[in-house]
């Protein structure tokens, strides 16, 4: 059963930092694209960012370069978002997901299965 947990998510102040992880099961993740999404309230869902399954090639958001970075430990079959400098804009449920494929997109439909999500609020 392919599985994708989402943790790491909380309260933060602006300016602060959270670490989120992704911890895929159920599939072989050098078949896979992974990317991180967000939803906020009446909003529609937007890509974060993503990281392709074999060079490691990242794509992200204009407005979270410079603040966030996607990583993955394959030994644990995680991924992990560290985000910084963290903004009220920033407060959202936070997926990831899987791609099939080599690079990742920041289009939602490409991407077969999802996580539960994890929330993540910017608030002082």
């Known amino acids: 059963e392919v599985q994708l947990v989402e943790s790491g998510g909380g309260v933060v102040q602006p300016g602060g930092s959270l670490r989120l992880s992704c911890a895929a099961s159920g599939f072989t993740r050098d078949g896979y694209a992974i990317g991180w999404f967000r939803q906020s309230a009446g909003k529609e869902r937007e890509g974060v960012s993503c990281?392709?399954?074999?060079?490691?090639?990242?794509y992200y958001a204009d407005s979270m370069k410079g603040r966030f970075t996607i990583s993955r430990d394959n030994a644990k079959n995680t991924l992990y978002l560290q985000m910084n400098s963290l903004k009220s804009e920033d407060t959202a449920v936070y997926y990831c997901a899987r791609m099939p494929g080599t690079y990742g997109s920041s289009w939602s439909y490409e991407y077969d299965y999802w996580g539960q999500g994890t929330q993540v609020t910017v608030s002082s």
């Open positions: 990281i392709s399954r074999s060079d490691g090639a990242t």
